[in-house]
T-cell receptor, first 116, second 115 residues
Framework: DAGVIQSPRHEVTEMGQEVTLRCKPI?????LFWYRQTMMRGLELLIY????????DSGMPEDRFSAKMPNASFSTLKIQPSEPRDSAVYFC??????????????FGQGTRLTVV | DAKTTQPNSMESNEEEPVHLPCNHS???????IHWYRQLPSQGPEYVIH???SNVNNRMASLAIAEDRKSSTLILHRATLRDAAVYYC????????????????FGQGTILTVHP
């Protein structure tokens, strides 16, 4: 398996534009996480899906952020409109079902977002 | 969520053992102790986890105090490639509720390995 795949790897956009980050989890995994990492705030959990259903979105900073998981193999994180303070590295992670015994989460390489 | 406390940074020499401590005095009986690390410019990667007993794998060992209020990640022979930020995380084991399965990262310990 190629691991968790995120696209794009880098994104530079102008303030006010819509940004969509994409994630393909590892096949067979049923949990998916979106994180944001900045120097000031570290790694923050934004939202957590289980079986394509959002379980906890309490970390989503505001209404400008939205996340979807239309099927088990794809998720998006959208920011509309984007602001300079959204600049960060965004990570997606997936984890297999609990009954498979392995509980480790696998992270993608991240998307570095710069909003100018 | 139960909180963990780690030193901001630690240093080691190559090929020496490293003991990375983590305090989790408010841990509940259903919390697993997980360790992840983040190499420069990469996403976090799983290192090891445990509940009550000490654990060993190919990457490291995890020593858990008898009262479970602290744990220590042990790298037996540090290499330059082990330079990373190490995160100690508590993960709720019980099914159900919004906290189940969440991985909440703290600030971690920056490990520097000297040649």
């Amino acid at each position: 398996d190629a691991g968790v795949i995120q696209s794009p790897r880098h994104e530079v956009t102008e303030m006010g534009q819509e940004v969509t980050l994409r994630c393909k989890p590892i096949s067979g995994h049923n949990s998916l996480f979106w994180y944001r990492q900045t120097m000031m705030r570290g790694l923050e959990l934004l939202i957590y899906f289980n079986n394509n259903v959002p379980i906890d979105d309490s970390g989503m900073p505001e209404d400008r952020f939205s996340a979807k998981m239309p099927n088990a193999s794809f998720s998006t994180l959208k920011i509309q409109p984007s602001e300079p303070r959204d600049s960060a590295v965004y990570f997606c992670a997936s984890r297999p079902p609990r009954d498979r015994g392995n509980t480790e989460a696998f992270f993608g390489q991240g998307t570095r977002l710069t909003v100018v | 969520d139960a909180k963990t406390t780690q030193p901001n940074s630690m240093e080691s020499n190559e090929e020496e053992p490293v003991h990375l401590p983590c305090n989790h005095s408010t841990i509940s009986g259903t919390d697993y102790i997980h360790w992840y690390r983040q190499l420069p410019s990469q996403g976090p990667e799983y290192v090891i986890h445990g509940l009550t007993s000490n654990v060993n794998n190919r990457m490291a060992s995890l020593a858990i105090a008898e009262d479970r209020k602290s744990s220590t990640l042990i790298l037996h022979r540090a290499t330059l490639r082990d330079a990373a930020v190490y995160y100690c995380i508590l993960r709720l084991a019980n099914a159900g509720g919004t906290s189940y399965g969440k991985l909440t990262f703290g600030q971690g310990t920056i490990l520097t390995v000297h040649p």
